[in-house]
């Protein structure tokens, strides 16, 4: 017997998802009473009634975990599943996964989109500027990087960087007004710690980050590189998307650079400078 989701009222009337509502469903399927939910939960069974109820629409990480946990112990909750439960709650993850732990969840698939854009340059960021994943050509692009694996690392730890980029200083300091960003909107910097401490041994990022300066994009797209093979000056017309992940929401950022020739300033200035 087929039971009405709690996301159409009893007048046909379609509601949003709630978290109570998407709790009772994933219960219901289970077969499973409140009182025995609550128990194994180690709340009461008056508070999993509420909480479906919509009465309590923010109950706590470790209440949820405890919840999530049992239910997935009779049948297991998908990703999506359990990430919905935590969006509804007002939940976000606690921490940044490590990287080793966000290059796990690049699937085969992604891998091969990599591939697919080739010779364009592409690759996957997480929202810490580390490189996860990346194509021949985003090798080729920045020299360096894949063994530095963060680009603030390279910017500042590695001279090539300064023999690459066309415009080091703006880019540094883009990249280091964006950390900033990036920081605030996680809504937990404690991760950023470590981070800022390794990157504080290097005078010139002590300067940008002083200044104090805040930005969450690229004021143009154009980015100006060097082949440092050919001394050549190219383009790459810059564009950064936010990648969903059931795993990890919001981590994963896909870089994809089009590449075209240097505007004739950018490519002169190179010339001067090989």
């Not at 009337?13 to 009473?33: A, E, N, Q």
Request: glycine share 8%.
């Amino acid at each position: 017997m087929s039971r009405k989701s709690s996301e159409v009222s009893s007048n046909g009337l379609l509601r949003p998802p709630s978290f109570g509502g998407v709790l009772r469903r994933l219960r219901d399927d289970r077969r499973i009473s409140r009182e025995k939910l609550a128990f194994a939960a180690g709340v009461s069974s008056s508070y999993v009634t509420h909480l479906e109820g919509g009465d309590r629409e923010h109950p706590t990480k470790a209440v949820v975990e405890a919840l999530v946990g049992y239910l997935n112990r009779i049948s297991p909750i998908s990703d999506a599943e359990r990430r919905h439960l935590f969006d509804l709650a007002g939940l976000s993850e606690d921490g940044f996964p490590t990287v080793a732990q966000l290059r796990a969840g690049i699937g085969a698939d992604m891998r091969r989109r990599l591939a697919l854009h080739e010779p364009n340059v592409a690759g996957y960021l997480d929202t810490r500027w580390n490189l996860l994943c990346w194509n021949d050509s985003y090798a080729e692009a920045f020299p360096g990087l894949v063994d530095d694996v963060n680009i603030l690392r390279w910017f500042f730890g590695n001279e090539v960087s300064q023999r690459v980029m066309v415009e080091w200083e703006r880019e540094a300091m883009l990249t280091v007004d964006w950390l900033r960003g990036l920081i605030g909107q996680s809504g937990d910097t404690a991760w950023s710690t470590e981070l800022l401490e390794e990157l504080g041994r290097y005078p010139e990022f002590r300067r940008m980050w002083s200044a104090g300066h805040t930005t969450y994009g690229r004021d143009r797209p154009h980015m100006h590189l060097r082949d440092l093979r050919t001394g050549e000056c190219f383009s790459l017309d810059a564009q950064l998307f936010r990648v969903d992940s059931s795993n990890h929401p919001g981590r994963i950022q896909f870089f994809l650079g089009i590449r075209t020739s240097c505007p004739e300033p950018a490519a002169a200035r190179s010339r001067e400078e090989s």
